[in-house]
C-alpha cells in the first residue's frame, strides 16, 4: 500500500488541461514542501517534472506546474499533447523511519 | 552527458543474493548522494536507499539488514548488495541521484535492472 494517494487514472482531450492529486499526511506532504513529481513512459525510466512542491528542471515544459495546499499536492498539465501520455508519480519527503515515499501513480490518458 | 547504467539483475532463488552495479558517467559518484528505487513489475515506485557523499547509508524498513548499498570512487560505481531475497523484492531497481534538503527527489535515472526472486 502507497503512503501517498493517487488517482488510478486521469484523462483529457488534446489542448485541455487536467489535474493529478497526491495526497498525504502532516507527516509527508502537508509537512514539508518536499514534494516532486516525475512522469514514466512504459518501459522507461521516470523523468524528473517537478520539485520542491512547484519548481521545475530545466527543460521541462511550462505547461508542468505543482502546487500544494494542506495535505495534498498537485501537478497541473495545461495543453495536453498526446506525448504527456504517461503514468505519473508524486513523490516527499516523510519524517517516518523511511525517509522517501512514493504515490500509487496515476495514468494520464489523452484521448 | 550524465549516464547511469546498471548491471547485474537477473534470476535468483528465495533466500539467495545479487549484487548491482550502477556505472556513472558525467559526474562524480562520491561527490554526490545516489539512491537505489525499485518498481515491482506494474507497480509503483519505492524508495530503497541512499548513500551520503560523506558515506552514511539508510534504508527503508522492508530491506534493512538484508541489502548493502555501497560505492567504489576508483570505479565510478554505486552498487547495491541484497542478500535473504524474497519474492516481494521482485521489481526493476534503479539507481538514481538524489537531491534536495532531504535528499528525496532524484534527478538523473539509470534504465534500471530487472531483479526475478523465483524458485
Known amino acids: 500500500q502507497s503512503a501517498l494517494t493517487q488517482p488510478a487514472s486521469v484523462s483529457g482531450s488534446p489542448g485541455q488541461s487536467i489535474t493529478i492529486s497526491c495526497t498525504g499526511t502532516?507527516?509527508?506532504?502537508?509537512?514539508?514542501?518536499?514534494v516532486s513529481w516525475y512522469q514514466q513512459h512504459p518501459g522507461k525510466a521516470p523523468k524528473l517534472m517537478i520539485y520542491?512542491?512547484?519548481n521545475r528542471p530545466s527543460g521541462v515544459s511550462n505547461r508542468f506546474s505543482g502546487s500544494k495546499s494542506g495535505n495534498t499536492a498537485s501537478l497541473t498539465i495545461s495543453g495536453l499533447q498526446a506525448e504527456d501520455e504517461a503514468d505519473y508519480y508524486c513523490?516527499?519527503?516523510?519524517?517516518?523511519?523511511?525517509?522517501?515515499?512514493f504515490g500509487g501513480g496515476t495514468k494520464l490518458t489523452v484521448l | 552527458e550524465v549516464q547511469l547504467v546498471e548491471s547485474g539483475g537477473g534470476l535468483v532463488q528465495p533466500g539467495g543474493s545479487l549484487r548491482l552495479s550502477c556505472a556513472a558517467s558525467g559526474f562524480t559518484v562520491s561527490s554526490n548522494y545516489m539512491s537505489w528505487v525499485r518498481q515491482a513489475p506494474g507497480k509503483g515506485l519505492q524508495w530503497v536507499s541512499v548513500?551520503?557523499?560523506?558515506?552514511?547509508?539508510y534504508y527503508a524498513d522492508s530491506v534493512k539488514g538484508r541489502f548493502t548499498i555501497s560505492r567504489d570512487n576508483s570505479k565510478n560505481t554505486l552498487y547495491l548488495q541484497m542478500n535473504s531475497l524474497r519474492a516481494e523484492d521482485t521489481a526493476v531497481y534503479y539507481c538514481?541521484?538524489?537531491?534536495?534538503?532531504?535528499?528525496?527527489?532524484?534527478?538523473?535515472w539509470g534504465q534500471g535492472t530487472l531483479v526475478t526472486v523465483s524458485s
Open positions: 502532516s507527516s509527508d506532504v502537508g509537512g514539508y514542501n518536499y
Open positions: 538514481a541521484r538524489a537531491l534536495g534538503d532531504y535528499l528525496y527527489y532524484f534527478d538523473y
Open positions: 513523490n516527499s519527503y516523510t519524517s517516518s523511519s523511511t525517509p522517501v515515499v
Open positions: 548513500i551520503y557523499s560523506g558515506g552514511s547509508t
Open positions: 520542491d512542491v512547484s
